[in-house]
């Protein structure tokens, strides 16, 4: 079964940072690009980033709400996907999902939530 | 702030249809990506529901259908369910972004 599960959410002061992680199953990993996408509290889906496979030289990109302050990372060895978040602001709070590039972003996780806030 | 708009809300009766647009650019939908949409359920991670403008995913019912069409897209559903309410998104990609874009979300009222 394909399967991701997200971990690591928490409650965060504003200015702190936090790394959240996606563990794969049920596929070649390495092989595909992976996402990162947010839902804040009553609000719309907003991308975040992706990773590609180290065939494409594991090139990342993201949206630009978070560039320079979120890095994507990824350890094939482990079939782990990681989301590093520096600097964060109160309106990073969100449900975080992380989700396979393949058919459309198929599947989700089932998200963790960072709250950031004094 | 999303670069592909959706009706915030769409309504009716069982058994009826429904459409969702979703209007984008030259930049995304225009430049020939593919246009994806998810349903999310109350509380739920988002689900596939169509992929690469028209294609049903294994499982979804074939009263859920995709088209494109110049820098649009829409989604139909015929013969409402009181299972679908559900809010819905469209998602591409956006060559001056260089990342994905996803609708603004529109909620389905049965």
């Known amino acids: 079964e394909v399967q991701l599960v997200e971990s690591g959410g928490a409650l965060v002061n504003p200015g702190g940072s936090l790394r959240l992680s996606c563990a794969a199953s049920g596929f070649a990993f390495a092989n595909v690009w992976m996402n990162w996408v947010r839902q804040a509290p009553g609000n719309g889906l907003e991308w975040v980033g992706r990773i590609g496979p180290k065939a494409h030289g594991g090139t990342s990109d993201y949206a630009a709400p978070v560039k320079d302050r979120f890095t994507i990372s990824r350890d094939d060895s482990k079939n782990m996907l990681y989301l590093q978040m520096n600097s964060l602001k109160t309106e990073d709070t969100a449900v975080y999902y992380c989700?396979?590039?393949?058919?459309?972003?198929?599947?989700w996780g089932q998200g963790t939530l960072v709250t950031v806030s004094s | 702030q999303s670069v592909l708009t959706q009706p915030p809300s769409v309504s009716g009766a069982p058994g009826q249809r429904v459409t969702i647009s979703c209007t984008g650019s030259?930049?995304?939908?225009?430049?020939?990506?593919?246009v994806h949409w998810y349903q999310q359920l109350p509380g739920t991670a988002p689900k596939v529901l169509i992929y690469?403008?028209?294609n049903r995913p294994l499982g979804v019912p074939d009263r859920f259908s995709g088209s494109k069409s110049g820098t649009s897209a829409s989604l139909a559903i015929t013969g409402l369910q009181a299972e679908d309410e559900a809010d819905y998104y469209c998602q591409s990609f956006d060559n001056s972004l260089s990342g994905h874009v996803f609708g603004t979300g529109t909620k389905v009222t049965v």
């Open positions: 989700t396979r590039a393949a058919y459309g972003l198929d599947p």
């Open positions: 030259n930049s995304n939908i225009g430049a020939g990506h593919d």
């Open positions: 690469s403008d028209r």
